[in-house]
């Protein structure tokens, strides 16, 4: 009985196969959707909302068009709709970049900002798959209609289910995302051939290698689209994000989904060019003795490269979760395991969990300005981290958001939460403006408050391998949190604090262009400085 039943479904017939390649194909292209948007707008549930909104609308409306008419299917009919299918995804791989970063400045509110791109990228693709299963359902020859529309809807069913495993597991971590696109176009082209054989018309004949033909030069091509990011050196779509390497001016940048998250100087590795990361260097004026640091997310490895370079006495510990991202690192950023340096490719608060080690710092570097994992964020999270560290241990956490304004939410929720374990926080806004930015947050098991002053006069008194002046300047010990949640497991709007920064331009410093402000800084800090420090003597 199981065999026959196996092989009944190996043996489609031709109403079916259609109806199961559309299944394939529209999980695919829906999966295909949240990396093509995920660069600009992110991938926060509202994105995904939005996608999965737009899919099932798309096919509703297709199913009801196709239904009404059915009484025209023929072979040729789902011939046409799977070769108009393919070359619309030819346009959405050769055009669907440009298309994306034209709509980021129409004027809609942050958290529907994706909607018109997902639209008008995926939805005719979309509707046009729908007409498949009513036409199927009226080419099955079946007499009892719901016995029909059962069976041709469980074969979409399985199809779909295929395309999401084999999208999900096979495809993304395999191929680029026009490369995707690519395979879904040509899955197209090949079941109109396939519908349409032994008789292949002219036209449908010349139609389907004329599509595949600019399948092809589109993926070759990768699409129009507007970079500044400079050459690519890698490129991938890893299990969790899009991943880019590219060189410009001497620097090498990591690029996740599309945001800088480190770089590096390719003459002076150990060189700090974001600006923001020279605040790493803050806790050590704040404990006395910090010999083993944990970082939870690696990127490029910034902050573990300058600590091993510039501190001999550390060892240091990196949980990241990406494997791909830790295979970069060793790559293209030099990044070599080594007695003081331990990899371990995991979620950062698994390992917590897990580990009977503590540290004397942890830096929490897995944030973005439009994905922070949920589970990092919370009060049970920051008790952990309390947990694994000592006495006099520091918690850094480098939080992406506004230092104020209905952008600042994020930061104010994550602050407030951080105060619920730790007596002492302290944060350091990297651009000197209200705009979305780098903010450093230190939080103490130390209950003595730290003055600004006296930050100062340690900078001047300690030698821990570079000057804090400047960066100090933007110290702040206190902020407005009664209109913010505390972050718990139980209840962590995560996505709705990060949705005021949807669409807002996220400003990196680069310390070539900070030279001159630090410069300016200092030397209004430094007479304020050697009288804080004659105080503190």
């Known amino acids: 009985m ?21 299944g394939v194909t529209s999980m695919g292209l829906e999966i295909l959707a949240g990396r093509m948007v995920a660069p600009e707008f992110g991938s926060s549930i509202y994105t995904w909302g939005s996608i999965i909104g737009v899919f099932l609308a798309a ?81 099955s020859g079946r ?10 809807y469980a074969v979409g069913t399985v199809g779909s289910i295929i395309g999401a495993f084999a999208t999900t597991y096979f495809l993304i971590p395999s191929l680029s995302v026009t490369n995707i696109g690519l395979v879904f176009g040509l899955v197209s082209v ?6 349409a054989r032994p008789n292949i018309g002219r036209d ?36 969790y994000q899009e991943l880019r390497v590219a060189d410009s001016g001497g620097t090498r940048t ?25 605040y790493f260097h803050v806790p050590f004026l704040l404990s006395d003795d910090i010999d083993r640091v944990l970082f939870v997310g690696g990127g490029g490895f910034t902050g573990p490269r300058v600590f091993l370079e510039q501190y001999p006495n550390v060892t240091v510990d990196v949980v990241e979760l990406d494997p791909e991202v830790v295979s970069v690192a060793e790559e293209y950023f030099g990044v070599e395991e080594s007695p003081r340096l331990n990899v371990h490719t995991m979620d950062g608060r698994q390992y917590l969990r897990e580990t009977n080690r503590t540290y004397d710092l942890i830096v929490l570097d897995a944030y973005r300005k439009d994905k922070v994992p949920f589970q990092l964020t919370t009060r049970e999270f920051m008790q952990l981290t309390a947990d694994r560290l000592d006495e006099d241990g520091v918690l850094f956490a480098n939080v992406i958001s506004a230092p104020s304004g209905p952008a600042s939410q994020f930061y104010r929720a ?19 403006s209200v705009v979305v930015q780098n903010i450093e947050v230190v939080a103490t098991k130390d209950g003595t408050l730290v003055t600004a002053e006296e930050l100062q006069a340690r900078n001047q008194r ?37 949705d005021p920064m949807v669409g807002q331009r996220y400003v990196v410093q680069r310390t070539n262009e900070t030279e001159q402000r630090e410069a300016d800084r200092n030397a209004t800090t430094r007479s304020a400085v050697t009288g804080a420090a004659v105080r503190a003597a």
């Open 2 to 22: 199981a065999s026959t039943a196996a092989g009944s479904w190996l043996r489609m017939t031709r109403p079916e196969l259609a109806v199961f390649v559309s």
């Open 462 to 498: 300690r030698d821990i391998g570079i000057d804090l002046a400047a960066e100090l300047t933007s110290y702040r010990n206190d902020e407005p949190t009664g209109d913010v949640p505390l972050l718990t497991d139980d209840r962590a709007p995560v996505d709705s604090l990060l």
């Open 190 to 195: 090949v079941t109109a051939l396939a519908l």
């Open 254 to 278: 990591l690029y996740l989904d599309g945001q800088p998250h480190s770089a590096m100087d390719l003459d002076d590795p150990t060189r700090h060019v974001f600006d923001y990361t020279s």
């Open 204 to 239: 449908e004949a010349v139609w389907s290698v004329g599509i595949a033909a600019v399948l092809v030069l589109a993926s070759l091509t990768g699409g129009i689209g507007l970079d500044s990011r400079g050459t690519t050196v890698y490129h991938t779509q890893t299990a």
């Open 143 to 152: 007499s009892d209609v719901g016995a029909a529309s059962g069976h041709v």
């Open 59 to 139: 096919l509703s409306l297709g199913y009801h068009r196709g239904g009404q008419r059915a009484a025209e299917a023929s072979n040729g009919a789902l011939v046409r709709v799977f070769i108009g299918t393919a070359a619309y995804i030819a346009g959405v791989i050769l055009l669907g970049d440009l298309f994306i970063q034209s709509t980021t400045s129409l004027p809609l509110p942050s958290r529907f900002a994706s909607l018109p791109a997902i639209t008008l990228l995926f939805g005719p693709p979309t509707y046009f798959l729908g007409f498949i299963s009513p036409y199927a359902a009226e080419l």
């Open 414 to 432: 994550e602050y407030k939460t951080m105060r619920s374990v730790y007596p002492r926080v302290y944060s350091f806004p990297t651009a000197g």
